[in-house]
């Protein structure tokens, strides 16, 4: 069966420029999300050129060779620009044209020009290098777990993939100039290749911003607003998780002291501060698999699993000492503390009871001074 290679560039022409314009009318209802604005514009700007080449014999070969051709691989560059906006890095502009500019310049030298060959291998150089940069961009975004991401990586590697291929193929069986280059099998397998990339690009990269966007919306969902950290809903979630896996851990509830006379000394932006101050430093203490919430208003908490009563009072108090020992060089006679009630999960313990006998120990350190630490165990025996 024979396909007219025209025909072939006319409807990889037509598909190309609706996902692109797919793209673009997804940006048109979520402006912030830049990078379906690089994807819509690469695939209008790489449905130009692949026009460009169904036009070849009809219009000057200025256009249908090194314009064409040009715009396609500023597509593909914008491809690749697309994807780094996507994992939050610089677009590279003059990078992503710089595949075509040098092709305009090699279009100049004649033994370049004249040889079909030079410039299928050229060209699929190219479109290899800026599908590999946008897979290898994928791949380093990993720690970000989103479902799409390693198909877009495979389509977007199979794509580079194919293109590499073609080049020692080009070099092996160099392709025949007379009577049409475009009746070449490789042009059919090319605009099959494009076509099936730009709808598998259309529905994988769709996904990759959808499920970024629903991610997103349950961290925040999730999180304290202002100090980062999980918020009272989160918290009590994650620590009943917790809880059911194992019954050894330590439950700590910290409050900030005096923290109502910050805010009315100093003013409330102080006292966000003092608060962002606190999750920051205790994050840094803390072992990596804790859990911390805050609770509400300047009471926190922590849950700290596997760990003995001697190891939980330990890290109680280095949070207590490093707190105390806070100081804003602008407000010198800022003085912060905290005071930390610890409950020891253990029997199968229940997370209402537990919270409750924290929140005893923390009575029990705020009456006794406060910027102190105290146990449950212990002050159930003291009381």
Known sequence: ?????????????????????????????????????????????????????????????SISIVLSNAVILSAYGLIWSGVRSFE?????????????????????IPAFYDSLTLRIVYASAVATIYCGCATAEVWRG??????????AAAVLGLHGAFYFGRI????LVPP??????????????????TILFSIAAAFTFMALVKERAERE???AASTDALTGVRNRRAFVEAARAALDKRDVG????????????????????????VLVGFCTMATSLLPHDALLGRLGGEEFVCFLPDVSPAEALA????????????RVPELPELRVSISIGIAQARDEIGFDALIRRADAALYAAKNGGRNRVAVAETAARAA
């Open 1 to 61: 069966m024979h396909l007219d290679p025209v025909t072939l560039l006319i409807v990889n022409s037509t598909v190309t420029l609706l996902v692109g314009a797919l793209f673009l009318t997804s940006w048109r209802q979520a402006p912030e999300e830049r990078t379906l604005a690089f994807w819509g514009v690469s695939h209008l700007v790489g449905a130009a050129g692949a026009a460009g080449l169904a036009l070849r014999g009809q219009i000057p070969d």
């Open 88 to 108: 939050r890095r610089r677009p590279r502009a003059e990078l992503a044209i710089a595949g075509a500019l040098v092709w305009c310049l090699l279009c100049l």
């Open 142 to 151: 990993r720690e970000e777990r989103l479902a799409s991401r390693v198909t």
């Open 168 to 171: 020692p193929a080009t070099l």
């Open 176 to 193: 025949q100039v007379d009577p049409n280059p475009l009746d070449s099998p490789w042009v059919a397998i090319l605009c099959f290749v």
């Open 217 to 219: 919306q349950r961290i």
């Open 250 to 273: 330590a439950l700590l509830l910290v409050d900030l002291d005096r923290f109502k006379a910050v805010n009315d000394v100093h003013g409330h932006a102080v006292g966000d501060a």
């Open 315 to 326: 890290r109680a108090e280095e949070m207590r000492r490093t707190f105390a020992r806070l």
